[in-house]
């Protein structure tokens, strides 16, 4: 049995899991698994009503990580704030590139989809999936940066869109 002091994270702890973004450390338990005994995170993801269990050691190898560092979190923002790369390739292959992104877990790269996805007032329409990316991506960022900066999550969004504003 290993003590509280030498686990990554500890109950209560905010964390990132890429493919559910952020969640908290509820606990840490024990089971047995095939005969084997393994020691798992218990992460609860409240805005998807889930429950996930990650075995301790294989935390990070899982991508399971803290929430983003402050540098980190200015440098998404500036992110937002920068124009649009939108390649020139099919709708499909840039789907699956933005979906990889949101998946990676990774702040920076998820500002990049919410970046790139966002459309001002002035601009066209988007279309059905181009929307769910964006809102996919935007949900994501606003979760993390909210649990950051120990606010709700529809400020988050708010503080996302003045940053988003600044690029038009």
Known sequence: MTSKSEHEFKIG???VYPAHG?????GVEQQEIVGVPLEL???TFDHEKMTLRVP?????TAGLRALAEGNIVSQALTTLKGR???KRTMWSRRAQEYEAKINSGDL????????DLHRSETQ???????RQLYESALDRMAREVAAIERIDRD??????????????
Do not use: C, M, N
């Not at 301790?56 to 990070?60: E, L, P, V, Y």
């Open 13 to 15: 702890d905010h964390v």
């Open 22 to 26: 952020v969640g908290v450390v509820i």
């Open 41 to 43: 995170y218990v992460i």
């Open 56 to 60: 301790t050691k294989k935390a990070k």
């Open 84 to 86: 649009a790369r939108v």
């Open 108 to 115: 920076i790269s998820i500002a990049e989809v919410v970046r």
């Open 124 to 130: 066209p329409e988007q279309s059905y999936s181009e």
């Open 155 to 168: 400020a988050a969004i708010s503080l996302l869109h003045k940053s988003l504003q600044k690029a038009a």
